[in-house]
């Protein structure tokens, strides 16, 4: 197991990572009692699992958090279009969300900022984006030109892949006006 502890935007990030044994048991030695931990679990053809837990600071010993059942591995796809249809062509489609029992372990509510919960891929020449690996959850999915208007949708990703996501960009750009002075 390696790992580092890093001071990062007035935040302490404890950092560790070590893998599982054949039975599937693993041990993270030397975290930090007085701070919420995400456990990141990214196995090879499974969903990526993210539950946080709380240690207690005045319980010495070791955080049991129990059987990590994971899910199968899960798929958001489709295409961005502008107005008239046409595919819009290596532009940022972001990807927000997170397994929804993700603060089982933990009395938190899950917000969008925190570690694991968003990332980023360009569209193809056609529009089309490929988000792989996740776990059940509500995701947010936004994707915004350059000058252009912010288009957002937000999805479920349940019992299968959700393939054919549709976000269609509005007509118009984005502006600011400026008054000066006489």
Request: proline content about 6%; charged content about 30%; overall charge negative.
């Amino acid at each position: 197991t390696v790992g580092s502890v890093l001071r990062r935007d007035d935040h302490w990030i404890c950092t560790r990572s070590g893998y599982s044994d054949a039975e599937g048991r693993f041990l993270l030695p030397g975290l930090r009692r007085d701070m919420r931990h995400t456990l990141i679990v990214m196995p090879e053809g499974y969903g990526r699992y993210l539950p946080d837990f709380d240690p207690h600071p005045d319980k010495p010993g070791t955080v049991d958090v129990g059987d990590i059942r994971l899910p199968e591995a899960r798929t958001i796809a489709g295409r961005v279009l502008r107005h008239d249809g046409t595919p819009v062509a290596r532009i940022e489609v972001g990807l927000s969300g997170c397994n929804d029992d993700r603060a089982r372990l933990a009395d938190v509510t899950v917000e969008r900022e925190m570690y694991g919960t968003s990332e980023w891929r360009h569209t193809d020449d056609l529009g089309r984006f490929r988000f792989t690996d996740l776990s059940p959850g509500t995701y947010e999915l936004v994707a915004q030109p350059r000058g252009a208007v912010l288009k957002g949708r937000q999805v479920t990703l349940a019992g299968s892949d959700l393939l054919g996501v549709q976000l269609d960009l509005p007509e118009g750009r984005e502006f600011t006006v400026a008054l000066l002075g006489e």
